[in-house]
């Protein structure tokens, strides 16, 4: 039974960015062959990035991504690791997209996995299932592929998957089975879901039964617009026993021994670069190439890539928030953000996580008092700066405020918006001036009964607590104080900010509680309409009084018909944690009664 | 060679809006019985109306519509329409979305045509090929059919297809001739494109020849969101011959007489609601259904459609603008809307577009010079509106711009960009006070080159000319003027807000082409690179100046940076006219030379 010693590296490529992405490689590829690693495999798409959207269609971007990978092979050669082999995703085309009108039947963009060796690309594969829910979109880009590619390496055949193919049963698994292989390597883009991590490994269990062979998995790491990659990599053996687990989150290279059957070698080709014969096995054809029938055993002693603890439900969403900001300001080239800071727990928990994600001196803190804002208020805002030690300023809005109602006859709602409107136009005035990403705090809670001001507190570029519901803001906040307190650090967020009743301020003595049912209430049936497509019976059937519902239904209708006061083609799209929800604007459709 | 009287009703449902899509139906189903059609066609989706995104998911709605759909039934007989055949396009399921954990294999939602009949819902036929690209997400929302329904109606056999079963070959079409059809009733929401009906005409005759039967081709007017469908209804025999044509943009009932090949008894079943034995052609089920095996012939004088004649590209423009426009805001409830009158080109075409909407009670214009706005414009803003009639206000903004000067450090693009989101706070307090829909009125040209301001020009809800290029702004000026001319009426935009250099007038003296190419050397390069996905490389070949275009193409990789800064989720989703393009947020990808 030859040891193959496999290295798995989940990294973080940014979209576009095919000669960053591809030095990524060749560095990483370094790091596993120091390690006396044969074989490394990078994520998905790992050369342009993913999601690259409709980049697909522009043809110079795929002949980019092609080059990209030729020259990496030849780099690699040059950097002395042509017997690597290199498994690398990317972008690849043997035809014009599907809706062009030198459309070719079969043929398309691909979503692809090479293999590198030797200074050349030995083979690609094509991704056979494409998803077509949630965020993705795969078919409108890629044309699915119908063969399987099967590598030998070091006397062990290697199977090549991408992605979705490990999501559904048939196809690729199983034709792994029929072609009787060793290995079956996957290559992912997966995005971070709360709990994902607990879908993953028993899935992955189920595939290497599927495939009756080990299941190497890697995934991306990083933020992608409204993406994050957790991470997660591991190797699962046929008999479902979990050998190595990778961290979530962060860049990292596993590398394990695996003890893995022989190939029979009467299956497959001796010559090295010439396909064998055809087989069909579920529907696809196999195809084989070898590239070692053998390989020396690994030196040293056995590598183990360990098996990394889950952790928390709330550490694991702290780190997504932490690395999704960190990675759209850094991969944007955005120097620093400025947010406001009301004393209120939004802000100080979307402060807290800007300062973890970036250090506190690239977070800058604006307090912008009117007359309706409290003295505690005031003072938390203040609080907070001085624990997390961000820039820190404070800009009264009185006088501009004053200004527009002396020129205008403003009355009600048009007073209270005003004032979260003169504080957005404040915060864009200082990110033109200053170079910041402006920040926005609004919750999941508020932003869908649409408690919150159009281009007021809803200005900026980047929100990171957009997808998260009010009732876990307050436990992020209360986990990431007790977690400071115990590295015996100071807590960053202000007890006051945490245990006072929430309120926007802007009319005298106003709290969230005279217009919204507590969010204790109001969260489960949100996640129900917004979350889980229940419909109003469906609500009340899980328990849900039906007048609450009722009430709250008509306000997350209401908050659509207020976001068709908002920018065209903007939805409140919440991608991270939740589903990604398209809905018309235009939409007479209610769910309420009456 | 029986003949057959069929009404196509191009109508305009809003959508979720299904009992009052239902009563439209029983509307035009009487106009059409009392024109002696024993046939009347609407259009896809009819009663949901189109597209209704993730409402499909919700099982609450797709519960509705089913309802909806066997009441209309009901109510039709009621209505003493059960004679009539009333072909109604309507959401239905046969099991759970796909990519729910109860999923059926083959089986979910489905986008379906039914027939209703004698108070029943005789038959319903499932969309089989589904688009995937554009503006379409069907293969997120359906699954295909794989049977093409057959209804005998008085002695004629009719095929049953929807939208893109007609746009690609093989299917439906194929199968239809297979199965020796007399008739073909393709059912549309087929959103405009500039110059689509010259696409549509071609098309139809193709898949008429190919189905070797006369085509009845029905499509939806009215706006939805970003799409505008413009009706273009039309009948083509099966050798090519252009029937009937009805208007677009309108609603309207086609009406004519067809002489149809009666169809061969012996192949239908005779019972009305049995289907007949199956058949198989080009991968499909044949399920045939007879309604009746004669009728009397039409009464009265002849039932003649007429063919419209086609309009000037400005023309069919300028309508789907104003129908855009129209629906968004009446279909949303608005009761009037509110816009910034510069004195320029973009605000006057928009105010125009909006008053021919609305009517100029319904349109409320507002001057807000700034210290840097001069005198033409401010004239030319007033003569726009004392020649449209729309209600005239004017707001100067120097009183704000001065005081948050006085209490903020700021200098150069902060200092202009401050005057735009002054007027922007000043609009959504207007809004909010008196209930307008604020719109923006960049045009394509300066949106896709990043020349306005984010919060600023930008803050509103609908913008009528977003989709169009700067130099056809000019165009529709001209031809809007001409036209009202040629009527006898005043040209509604002002001569000298055509003639002059495009300004911001955010600085002293500025002008666009400080900073812009002219527009005309502007426009063509843009329209290659955003609508034509052509690389730098393609656009030199095209014959451009490869400085200009380096320029040019580094200003729209600028301006996608500047919408980094933009709210999460906010693209510039471009539909109506040019292609729907998604591109990341964040992505290194340039196509400029350095």
Redesign the interface.
């Known amino acids: 039974m030859p040891t193959l010693r496999i290295a798995l590296a989940q990294v973080n490529p940014?979209?576009?960015?095919?000669s960053?992405n591809a030095a990524l490689v060749r560095r990483w590829s370094r790091t596993a062959a120091d390690a006396g690693a044969p074989i490394v495999v990078f994520p998905e798409m790992m050369l342009t990035?993913y999601?690259?959207?409709?980049?697909v269609?522009?043809?110079?971007?795929v002949a980019?991504s092609r080059a990209t990978l030729h020259q990496l092979a030849a780099d690699l050669a040059a950097d002395d690791l042509g017997d690597v082999a290199v498994l690398v995703g990317y972008l690849d085309a043997d035809g014009p997209p599907?809706?062009s009108s030198r459309a070719i039947e079969g043929k398309g963009p691909r979503n692809a996995l090479a293999v590198l060796h030797g200074g050349r690309v030995v083979v690609s594969y094509f991704k056979h299932h494409l998803p077509?829910?949630?965020v993705f979109?795969e078919?409108?880009y890629f044309v699915s592929g119908d063969t399987l590619n099967v590598v030998r390496l070091g006397g062990v055949d290697v199977a090549l998957t991408i992605c979705e193919d490990i999501w559904q049963a048939g196809g690729p698994f199983a034709a792994a089975r029929e072609a009787g292989v060793g290995l079956v390597v996957s290559v992912n883009g997966s995005p971070y879901e709360l709990n994902k991590d607990d879908v993953r490994l028993p899935l992955v269990r189920r595939r290497a039964a599927e495939a009756g062979a080990t299941v190497a998995y890697v995934n991306m790491v990083g933020?992608?617009?409204?993406l994050v990659f957790d991470g997660d990599s591991m190797i699962v053996a046929a008999d479902g026993t979990l050998l190595a687990r990778g961290p979530r989150f962060v860049e990292h290279l596993l590398v394990h021994d695996l003890d893995l059957p022989a190939a029979e070698t009467a299956t497959a080709s001796s010559v090295s670069d010439r396909p064998g014969a055809d087989e069909i096995a579920d529907g696809m054809r196999i195809s084989r190439m070898t590239i070692s029938e053998s390989l020396p055993a690994p030196a040293g002693p056995p590598a183990v890539g360990g098996v990394e603890e889950p952790v928390t439900d709330e550490a694991e969403v702290w780190q997504a928030l932490v690395v999704g900001l960190r990675?759209?300001v850094n991969?944007?080239?955005?120097p620093s953000v400025v947010l406001g800071l009301s004393g209120g727990i939004d802000s100080a928990v979307a402060a807290t996580i800007a300062v973890d994600a970036l250090g506190p001196e690239r977070v800058a803190g604006v307090s912008m008092p009117s007359q309706h804002s409290s003295q505690h208020s005031r003072d938390d805002a203040a609080d907070l700066a001085r624990r997390t030690g961000l820039d820190y300023r404070v800009?009264?809005i009185q006088?501009?405020v004053?200004?527009?109602l002396?020129?205008?006859?403003?009355?009600g709602?048009?007073v209270e918006?005003?004032q979260a409107?003169?504080r957005?136009?404040?915060l864009?005035?200082?990110?033109?001036?200053e170079g910041h990403?402006?920040l926005?705090t609004g919750n999941k809670s508020e932003l869908a009964v649409g408690y919150s001001t159009?281009?007021g507190d809803?200005?900026?570029?980047?929100?990171p607590i957009?997808d998260v519901w009010k009732t876990l803001v307050w436990k992020l906040a209360r986990w990431r104080n007790d977690d400071a307190a115990r590295r015996g650090q100071q807590p960053p967020i202000p007890e006051s900010s945490i245990g006072k009743p929430p309120s926007a301020e802007l009319s005298p003595g106003q709290l969230d509680s005279d217009t919204l049912p507590e969010y204790s209430v109001l969260d489960p049936i949100l996640i129900g309409y917004v979350d889980g497509?229940?419909?109003?019976?469906?609500l009340v059937a899980a328990g849900h009084d039906p007048a609450v519902v009722d009430r709250v239904l008509r306000m997350v209708d209401l908050a659509e018909?207020k976001r068709?006061?908002?920018?065209?083609?903007?939805?409140?799209?919440i991608k991270a944690f939740g589903r990604d929800?398209?809905?018309?604007?235009?939409?007479?459709?209610?769910?309420h009664s009456s």
């Open positions: 940014t979209v576009g960015d095919l960053g990035g999601p690259v959207e409709d980049l269609f522009r043809e110079s971007f980019a599907r809706t077509n829910y949630g979109d078919d409108r933020g992608q617009d409204e990675d759209y991969k944007n080239g955005f800009e009264p006088p501009m004053d200004t527009f002396a020129n205008l006859s403003l009355s709602l048009a918006n005003l409107r003169v957005g136009v404040l864009m005035a200082l990110s033109n001036q990403l402006v926005t159009l281009y809803s200005v900026g570029g980047f929100n957009k497509d229940l419909g109003r019976d469906g018909y068709r006061q908002s920018a065209p083609g903007t939805k409140t799209s929800r398209r809905l018309p604007i235009t939409n007479r459709w209610r769910e």
